[in-house]
């Protein structure tokens, strides 16, 4: 419902399916990592909120993206190549340096501030300004007459009922994950990288994997990207912002894989086809991911 009502209201008022996925539908799959944050930090459960973040990021272009490449083959434009992509991985680094205070500063612990949450959110409004001044770019010039067009009532009827869906969706999921994880005595930090991220990920998967059999991949592509974006700057602004995060030295484990995720995803668009995800390239992105997971079950 979201993917079709995303794309109706793109195609009624002629503006392209990337700038869709990078806001509305981004936003919407974001909703269930909003939610589970801001409830983890209101309660003081901040392994929750980090772990929770990259674990959603990494889930979402190893996995995800992977998973739909090998659905149909995903074509990436030119401007999301060298634009969208790059934003996502200066997220990664961004918050790589501002969760590394020991590394930097010499101190004995290390967390995401308030102050480290509102240069956050500064970020988040440089990368809506941006989305901004492409939606004016990327207008399309005429209606294409071979689309039966939707009528906006309808696609915004889809868009509020799948969000509401997808919403509800991600919470229940989470808090059976996280009530069944708890009663074999995980961390918080594991919870958050594996069940939680896949469970609030859940949404990023059935958009994506949806907008792949349909052949709409720059939804798909959108979708992820936005996603990730919205995690770091959006997600994770307010959260530090309404409790400082602490930051576990072993974390940087996860900060180096959020980076890697972006930069293969730029490697692979130069390698074989050029600016397309192909199925050998979304095997090898969910093969990694499987490594990644068991590597954690097994540091515990």
Known sequence: M?????????????ISDIVIGLTIVSFGTSAPELVVNLIASLNGNSEIAMGNILGSN??????ILGFSAVIYPLTVKKNTTFKEIP???????????????????????????TGDGLVLLGFFAIFLYYIFAISKGELLDEKDETIVYMKP????GLISIGLVGLIFGGMWIVDGAIEIATGFGVSQSLIGLTIVAIGTSLPELATSAVAAYKKNTDIAIGNVVGSNIFNAFWILGISASINPIPVLQRSNIDFAMNILASLLLFAFLFVGKRHMLERWQGFAFMGIYVAYVLYLIQLG
Do not use: C, H
Request: hydrophobic letters at 55%; charged letters at 20%.
């Open 58 to 63: 990494i889930v979402n272009i190893f996995f």
């Open 2 to 14: 979201l993917v079709d009502g995303s794309v109706g209201l793109a195609r009624r008022y002629g």
């Open 153 to 156: 009532f309808k696609s915004i």
């Open 87 to 113: 934003f996502a991985l200066l997220s990664a680094l961004v918050i790589l340096f501002l969760g590394n205070d020991m590394l930097f500063n010499y101190e004995d612990k290390a967390e995401l501030s």
